[in-house]
């Protein structure tokens, strides 16, 4: 089935740095979400992304859909201990009832 | 807001035991989801569910089996429970009408099921 290639698998940073996290698929997408786990909990969107080029922020966290279509990007600005999580990117093909989803990139971050 | 229930965060069952997995939501949604989320495989689509009475296989359906009696409701049933079924499990909902165009999908916190 179709894959969506997310990376880093995991990143370790210290609190207020910068963080930034990318998929890429070989398909074509007509959505992008981006959501985040928390330990024992179901995922949370963070961003919904609709058209090709754009560029969403929710507070320190930005967003970008690729403008091939075939990719998206997250990124958030001066960490704070709260981020950490696992964040999954999704996409869906136009028409498509399904997401295929990212494998997650687990964030880790020292105080 | 978004409101997606799982009705129970921790189960332990035993093998051969007939599971049932219920997911209400409360927003009019029509369409839903059932996953599992497993170290390393990520989240795999089991059943959904696009209109009340409908389901189609996602992609690992073996094992499994669904209910949509209601809108609100959607439940996973598995019919003889075995210990590769052990997971945690996501509901997801979606508004899923033409009329709604693009929407994402909403989860559940989750049910973490024990087969032993």
């Known amino acids: 089935g179709q894959q969506l290639n997310q990376s880093p698998q995991s990143m370790f940073i210290q609190e207020g740095e910068d963080v930034s996290m990318n998929c890429t698929s070989s398909?074509?997408?007509?959505?992008w979400l981006w959501y985040k786990q928390e330990p024992g909990e179901g995922p949370v969107l963070l961003i919904a992304l609709y058209k090709a080029g754009e560029l969403t922020s929710n507070g320190r966290l930005t967003a970008q859909f690729g403008i091939t279509r075939k990719d998206s990007f997250l990124n958030i600005s001066a960490s704070i201990p709260s981020d950490v999580g696992i964040y999954f990117c999704a996409g869906r093909i136009q028409g498509a009832q399904k997401l295929v989803f990212g494998q997650g990139t687990r964030l880790t971050i020292n105080p | 807001d978004v409101k997606v229930t799982q009705s129970s965060r921790y189960l332990v069952k035993r093998t051969g035991e007939k599971v049932f997995l219920e997911c209400v939501q409360d927003?009019?949604?029509?369409?839903m989801f059932w996953y599992r989320q497993d170290p390393g495989l990520g989240l795999r689509l089991i059943y959904f569910s696009y209109d009340v009475k409908m389901k189609e296989k996602g992609d690992i359906p073996e094992g499994y089996s669904v209910s949509r009696e209601k809108k609100e409701r959607f439940s996973l049933i598995l019919e003889s429970a075995s210990t590769n079924q052990t997971s945690m499990y996501l509901c997801a909902s979606r508004k899923g009408t033409a009329l709604h165009g693009n929407q994402p999908q909403h989860f559940g916190d989750g049910t973490r099921l024990s087969i032993l």
């Open positions: 398909s074509i997408f007509n959505t």
């Open positions: 927003m009019d949604h029509e369409n």
